[in-house]
């Protein structure tokens, strides 16, 4: 219930989960005005729900049609789960709803120096990638799959390649967890700034499918 991050103006809550007719819906809700989680006010309730285990190399895909709104933020994500982080590995596939023509791509590691037990996370250094798609990714389902090997991280819509990433792809060798999730950022910048079409926006998922890499 009380899992959030700086920057992110939701809390994660089952209250935001629904599944119905095979498909699961996660939705940004208004929050009370007493939602507190470290310090921080957070306006919305929003989600994310995570695999149980993780894969190390591999391909994920996901059925979704992605969330309209500004500020808002729905993904596929692959990620090194540890809190506080000694290390960090990532890949995303995120929605910024103020423009569902458009989708960014992610990879993120830590290239510092080792961490052991650590009090607060690791900072990662960051790779995104803003693409255009070409049609609105809230309007209908498309599928949008990330392909994890240890060459190369490649992101692909609809079966077409996108983007691929290689830079540092040696320090991208960790298990991850599987995430799917709604959010909402305090980056205007980024994200867009919160207006009335934040509350409620919502993304919904058809179905995953998950490959282990075997070379």
């Known amino acids: 219930m009380e899992h959030s991050w700086g920057g992110n103006l939701a809390v994660f809550s089952r209250q935001s989960v629904s599944v119905n007719n095979g498909l699961m819906t996660l939705q940004l809700l208004p929050a009370p005005d007493n939602t507190i989680v470290d310090g ?24 979704a049609k992605f969330a309209k709104g500004s500020a808002v933020v729905s993904s596929l994500v692959t990620i090194y789960t540890p809190w506080p982080a000694d290390n960090w590995n990532e890949l995303d596939i995120e929605m910024l709803g103020k423009d569902p023509n458009q989708i960014q791509y992610n990879a993120m590691i830590y290239d510092g120096p080792r961490v052991q037990n650590p009090t607060q996370s690791v900072t990662p250094t960051q790779f995104p990638a803003l693409k255009s798609l070409g049609f609105d990714s809230s309007a209908d389902f498309h599928t949008y799959t990330i392909q994890w090997t240890p060459a190369s991280a490649e992101f692909y819509v609809d079966g077409e390649l996108q983007h691929v990433w290689t830079q540092k792809i040696d320090l991208m060798n960790l298990p991850q967890n599987i995430l799917l999730t709604i959010w909402a950022s305090d980056s205007a910048a980024w994200a867009g700034p919160v207006t009335n079409e934040t509350a409620n926006a919502k993304v919904v998922y058809d179905w995953v499918e998950v490959y282990e890499y075997r070379p």
């Open 40 to 63: 921080e006010r957070k306006r919305f309730y929003g989600a994310e729900v995570r695999s149980v285990q993780t894969i190390r190399y591999g391909r994920v895909t996901a059925r």
